[in-house]
T-cell receptor, first 110, second 115 residues
Framework: KQEVTQIPAALSVPEGENLVLNCSFT??????LQWFRQDPGKGLTSLLL?????REQTSGRLNASLDKSSGRSTLYIAASQPGDSATYLC?????????FGKGTRLSVIA | DGGITQSPKYLFRKEGQNVTLSCEQN?????MYWYRQDPGQGLRLIYY???????QKGDIAEGYSVSREKKESFPLTVTSAQKNPTAFYLC??????????????FGSGTRLTVV
């Protein structure tokens, strides 16, 4: 059974810092990996989708990488801003519906 | 704009009562899902449907029921058999179960509280 782990569980950084969020999964037979953002009390907003044949995806200040063989993905956020404060969730897709990690709660301090 | 609409935003349930959460999408997606979110637990799959009139149990289906009579709609009923229903419920849809090409789209959620 697929298991997804996100480290760290919480992170607090000063504004302007570059940071990396980590995601690992146990079964490398995935079709894709999706990163989401969740604000308190809100639904999930998709940030980046990486298909299994891809190594990375970029959107603005966000860059996500995927290493299927090692079961790892990273989300890189450049020049962090207070508006980036949220919970970031990683999810992997295979033959079954998306399996989620528990998320990393990010606080960016002005 | 295309998207997923969940209603109500907040719902209160009395002990022994059944309640139904609504989920409607206009994305023309075949697959729809219900997840439950508890603090510190991440998202857990309750039920999913790949096509009209067909659905499968997820990891925590006990105490819940669903129907898929229309492509656009996938309502979730929380029955009195669900012993701890207080949680945040999220509905999602995708073009295919793997979400391979476009991923999943989520609604804004329903917060259910037992009173």
């Amino acid at each position: 059974k697929q298991e997804v782990t996100q480290i760290p569980a919480a992170l607090s950084v000063p504004e302007g810092e570059n940071l990396v969020l980590n995601c690992s999964f146990t079964d490398s037979a995935i079709y894709n990996l999706q990163w989401f953002r969740q604000d308190p009390g809100k639904g999930l907003t998709s940030l980046l989708l990486i298909q299994s044949s891809q190594r990375e995806q970029t959107s603005g200040r966000l860059n996500a990488s995927l290493d299927k063989s090692s079961g790892r993905s990273t989300l890189y956020i450049a020049a962090s801003q207070p508006g980036d404060s949220a919970t970031y969730l990683c999810a992997v897709g295979g033959n079954t519906p998306l399996v989620f990690g528990k998320g990393t709660r990010l606080s960016v301090i002005a | 704009d295309g998207g997923i609409t969940q209603s109500p935003k907040y719902l209160f349930r009395k002990e022994g009562q059944n309640v139904t959460l609504s989920c409607e999408q206009n994305l023309n997606h075949d697959a729809m899902y219900w997840y439950r979110q508890d603090p510190g637990q991440g998202l857990r799959l309750i039920y999913y449907s790949q096509i009209v009139n067909d659905f499968q149990k997820g990891d925590i289906a006990e105490g819940y029921s669903v129907s898929r009579e229309k492509k656009e709609s996938f309502p979730l009923t929380v029955t009195s058999a669900q012993k701890n229903p207080t949680a945040f419920y999220l509905c999602a849809s995708s073009g295919e179960i793997t979400g391979r090409n476009y991923g999943y789209t989520f609604g804004s959620g329903t917060r259910l509280t037992v009173v």
